[in-house]
């Protein structure tokens, strides 16, 4: 990435300073702020541009030169949402007398549907890890957990015993903006978890007593990590579907509705703020609805 100016980074450190302190915002989605408006700023310099300067006009053609690159209509639509911020705060902080992205109109991106598992695809994937080996327990402890939970990697990777009630079978998760839920485990997660604790836990222990799922060097595990991990097991459970981070927490939502949960229930166990959120997965439930209907109905002329 090209150098930025020093007043420029100050300028977009200060503004993710109060991103942070109001709303919570996650390392990941800083760090995601930081190269938006980094690559803004760059593109700026290399038109003899400022970021205090910037018109409309310019923001147009920096958008358009982005999309001509091929950028993905939500990246599109995020760094979009980066700089509308941005530029809100330095109106409002007096640093830019006429806010230009205040009209410019967000792309529509539209919902992809998530990828998601059938659930003899998650049971194949919970049998894949050696259970002869630390890391074999700790993986099935983790996919345990995360399937019965919905958590997101995170949360997952994050998680420390104080975190975990295996009296009550619950667990207190921490999520985004730092706010809190409790999510029950059930039994099958419950057995798996106590069943690490006693016999894999122990063996990997490094600097920080209190993780949960440490790495086999003792420290906390990475997203990108845990990814790969779920990948290899992937190829050893045989199965051929492309799998993200949030793979197993898609799955857990739409076969909680398959089975006629609640829509609000699997809000809060996802820790959605808004229940839009979540309406994506009432789209894969009623497609799946609709196969068994066309499978088994008499009349449905199959």
């Known amino acids: 990435m090209t150098a930025i100016s020093d007043e420029h980074a100050r300028l977009i450190d200060a503004w993710l300073d109060q991103q942070w302190l109001e709303k919570g915002l996650s390392e990941h989605s800083l760090s995601n702020y930081r190269r938006d408006l980094h690559q803004l700023s760059a593109w700026l310099q290399s038109q003899s541009g400022r970021l ?3 018109q409309r006009a310019d923001l147009q053609d920096y958008l358009a030169y982005r999309f001509s690159q091929g ?3 939500s990246s599109s639509a995020r760094q979009l949402s980066a700089i509308k911020g941005f530029y809100r705060w330095l109106k409002r902080e007096g640093r830019i007398a006429e806010d230009p992205a205040l009209l410019i109109e967000r792309p529509k991106t539209g919902r992809p549907l998530p990828k998601t598992l059938t659930e003899a695809d998650v049971e194949a994937l919970l049998n894949a890890p050696d259970l002869d080996t630390p890391l074999g327990l700790r993986d099935r402890a983790m996919l345990e957990v995360l399937y019965a939970t919905g958590l997101r990697v995170t949360e997952l990777v994050t998680l420390t015993q104080s975190q975990i009630n295996p009296r009550q079978g619950l667990v207190r998760v921490i999520g985004k903006g730092d706010k809190e839920r409790l999510v029950p485990l ?6 798996w978890l106590v069943r ?3 016999e894999g836990r122990p063996l990997l222990l490094g600097n920080d007593q209190e993780l949960l799922f440490p790495s086999q060097r003792g420290t906390c595990m990475t997203r990108q990590t845990f990814w790969h991990r779920i990948k290899q097991m992937a190829t050893v ?11 197993l927490r ?3 939502a739409t076969h909680l509705l398959n089975h006629g949960a609640d829509l609000r229930v699997v809000q809060l166990l996802l820790g959605h703020s808004d229940l839009s959120t979540t309406q994506i997965y009432t789209h894969v439930a009623q497609q799946r ?3 068994l209907y066309q499978k088994h109905h008499p009349r449905s002329g199959t």
């Open 237 to 247: 459970a045989g199965v051929q579907k492309s799998l993200s981070p949030h793979t």
């Open 71 to 73: 950028l993905a209509a």
């Open 196 to 198: 690490y604790l006693r």
């Open 52 to 54: 205090l300067t910037c």
């Open 289 to 291: 609805l609709q196969d």
């Open 186 to 191: 059930g039994e099958e997660a419950l057995h």
């Open 250 to 252: 898609h799955a857990f």
